[in-house]
């Protein structure tokens, strides 16, 4: 069966730090990969998706995750966070050849981002 | 990505009883999913409901305990029937997007007493 393994539920870091949230998967066929956020007490919103091409993907409020074919991740970084970054992020992944839009998703990890 | 909406976006419900929650979207859809996030828990896919057809459950779900409707293809319900404390969750229904990704509603958030 697919899985999708986020390394740490919890990740508390400072404002204007660097943070990386790591995502690995388990697949041997093709998949495309998605990172969602949670704020407290809303749904999940999409964040950035991976489908093809370069393997470095951006969304519009700076944060960025990179596609490691070899090493089976979509680690999400930002290099300087925000207080309103606070939330939870789920890492997600769809498998080509699978039922289309059919997701996976990991257990999520939580970030604080303290003052 | 496609707008929706979920009613009630809250409930307190007595153990035994039977909720129906609601899922709008403003545009036509083909895919539309149920899912369940228990608290601190991650999204389990409950089922996808397919227009004119029965939904597809997944294991663990079972169409007694969760029926669904999908009587257009931008609208659809998830029964949560005969809870227990155990159905306490957020309950979400997504949408397929154009590429895969699904665009998620905000959620039903269910208490049972």
């Known amino acids: 069966a697919q899985s999708v393994t986020q390394l740490d539920s919890q990740v508390p870091v400072f404002e204007e730090a660097p943070v990386e949230l790591r995502c690995n998967y388990s697949?041997?066929?093709?998949?495309?990969l998605f990172w969602y956020v949670q704020y407290p007490n809303q749904g999940l919103q999409l964040l950035l998706k991976y489908l093809s091409g370069s393997t470095l993907v951006e969304s519009i409020n700076g944060f960025e995750a990179e596609f490691n074919k070899s090493q089976t991740s979509f680690h999400l970084r930002k290099p300087s966070v925000h207080i309103s970054d606070t939330a939870e992020y789920f890492c997600?992944?769809?498998?080509?050849?699978?039922?289309?839009?059919?997701?996976?998703f990991g257990k999520g990890t939580l970030l604080t981002v303290n003052p | 990505s496609a707008v929706i909406s979920q009613k009630p976006s809250r409930d307190i419900c007595q153990r035994g009883t039977s909720l129906t929650i609601q899922c709008q979207v403003d545009s036509q859809v083909t895919m539309m999913f149920w899912y369940r996030q228990q608290p601190g828990q991650s999204l389990t896919l409950i089922a996808t409901a397919n227009q004119g057809s029965e939904a597809t459950y997944e294991s663990g779900f079972v169409i007694d305990k969760f029926p669904i409707s999908r009587p257009n293809l931008t609208f659809s319900t998830l029964t949560v029937s005969n809870m227990s404390p155990e159905d306490s969750s957020i309950y979400l229904c997504?949408?397929?997007?154009?590429?895969?990704?699904?665009?998620f509603g905000p959620g039903t958030r269910l208490t049972v007493t």
């Open positions: 697949s041997s066929v093709s998949v495309y």
């Open positions: 997504s949408v397929g997007g154009g590429r895969y990704e699904q665009y």
């Open positions: 997600a992944v769809s498998y080509s050849g699978g039922s289309n839009y059919k997701l996976t």
